[in-house]
Structures are given as structure tokens and as C-alpha cells.
């Protein structure tokens, strides 16, 4: 992955130091753009992006985008923010994370009002509280992902911490497998992940995640620099992402095909992909006024309560964790 990211480094410098013309000719011009995601794009949980792609709302905006696969949130943090890429997707609790470690980024933008990632547990395994996972096996898509910071803040508020449960890394496909499978009795993730399981023959119950903590949603992050020198960029790209959220939750059945036609390997699944989008918009879409803004105060409680649960060593100025400057 590091050479990868070093070319990577390499391609964006080249894209961003040419001369651009002026005038008609510059609104014209296509800028090419290398945007990390934390896992594959072709999973359902980036449906807004395979939209804007799809539909030409990238395209509609001068630009040509090329997903690349990080690992996890917090990596994708880590390479934004030390200029190796010039956007990224994360969720909105991230930037706390990352600004932790040194990390420069903010949040631009969130994929709806509520939380990506949920706690679902197996059922018929005796858990009914976040108390009863206490020595119990869980799984998430990584440690670098999110999601796990998540599974920690939800024990958090059982007094339990990542050493009284065991936790897997289990990969993007593991997560849910392992459960399915009875190698495990909970796990973290997005709904899609829950959806899978029951495809695959397992109970699985879905804890909303922000009905113990007040994490966030998906998020558009890009570093301090790239705001204050590519406002412009951040602009197009928020904003073209932004419509493919918009239609995902006008028309979840009508988004289906062109998910399909841009992630192929779903092809024959149509009604889990429609299933999964209807769950993103009950779990994570719905309740936002303005699309995209984020909450300050939402994520000023969330960052207190990582600090008081020692995910996070102490508190920075919420206006360094997020911007609402991109909200049109």
C-alpha cells in the first residue's frame, strides 16, 4: 500500500501542478482527481459516490475521479492528510481521531443525520444489553477502520472496554461472515453488513449505534490545506457527491441499475441492493434539514465523550474537526 500511496503522491503532483488556461477554456477543462475511499467503492455503503459517478454529476463538474481503496477511515485520514490525496471518505467522527494523532483534516461534508456503523448482534446467543458482551468474540472491518472506534464507544457505555470482549479484524467480507457463521455473536458495521448476515441464514439485530453515543455518519474529509488552496475542488466534489445522496434517497429502487451498472458484481442482487439502500435511509440518511451540514454540536458530544473514555487524550476546538463552508 505505501508504494502504491507514493505513486499515488507521484500521479496527484502531476495533476495539480499543470497551468490552467483562463477564461471558457478553464471552465472547460477536465481535472483529474484521486478521491480514497476506506473500503471497496463497489459496496452498496458508497452508493451517493457510484451515483455521482454514474450519473455524470463528477463529470458535470469538470472532473474525473478515480477511487482509490485505503485501509480504513483513519488511514484514509493519515494519507489525506499528508498530502497524498486531496479528498477522502471517512465518517464524521474521524477528524477527532485523526486531529488526535497530528492528523490536519476536517470534515466538509456527512452522508445524512444519523450513524453509519451499528452494532448487530446475533440473536438467540443470550445478548440484550451491551453488558452481555462481556467476553463474548465481535468482529469489524479492521482496527484502522472507524467502525472499531465505534465498537469501543458503545462498550464504553457498559463499562466495558476493548479488554473485557475480544475483537476481530475480519476484513470487509469476515465482518459478517463470521457471525453468520456462529464464529462470533456481534459485530460493527454499516446496516448492509446486517443484511448480508441474515442473507447468509443468520438472526441479526440491529442496535442503532446513536442511541448509545452520538457518533456521525459517513463524511467527506480534506485536509486544511487542500480547503484553503483547492476550495474550488473541495466545492465540485461535495457538491456533485452531495446529488448522488440526494437521489439515493428520492428513488432507492430507481438507483439500483446504475449502482449495478458502475459495481457489476451485484448484478443478480438487485433486491439486496434495493434492501440495502432502503436500510441506509432508514439507519443513516434520514433526519438531515440541510444536506450535508454538519452538527457542531453533535460532534462536540461525541468528542467529549471519546475523551472521557480515553479513545481520544484531550479536546481540540470543534471548528478545527469540521467546515460547513461547502453546504449549498
Known sequence: MASRIGHLAASLLCTFSFALPSGNAMAQATEEVNYLLPAPPTLPAFGPWVL???????????????????????????????????????????PIIARAQGIPVKAVAVIGARALHHLHVVEGQGINSVADLKGKTMTVMSYQDTSYYVLLGILATAGLTKNDVEVQAAGPVGVWQLPATGKAVA????????????????RVKTLPSDHYIKTLTQAIIASDEMIQ???????RLVRATLAGLADMMKDPKGAVADFIAGSPSFKGREAFVEEVFRGYNEYTYQGQGMPG???????????????????????VPVAELYTNQFIR
Do not use: H
Not at 446496516?191 to 447468509?200: H, L, T
Open 187 to 202: 459485530f460493527a458495521g454499516p446496516i448492509d453488513f446486517a443484511i448480508s448476515a441474515r442473507g447468509a441464514g443468520a
Open 229 to 235: 488552496k483547492r476550495p474550488d475542488l473541495i466545492q
Open 52 to 94: 455521482a459517478q454514474q450519473r455524470g454529476y463528477y463529470a458535470r463538474e469538470n472532473l474525473k475521479v478515480n477511487f482509490i481503496v485505503a485501509k480504513g477511515g483513519v488511514d484514509v485520514a493519515k494519507q489525506v492528510g499528508v498530502g497524498n490525496a486531496p479528498i477522502g471518505g471517512a465518517i464524521g467522527d474521524t
Open 293 to 315: 451540514a454538519i452538527d457542531p454540536e453533535r460532534l462536540a458530544a461525541v468528542q467529549s465523550f471519546y475523551v472521557a473514555q480515553g479513545i481520544v487524550p484531550k479536546e
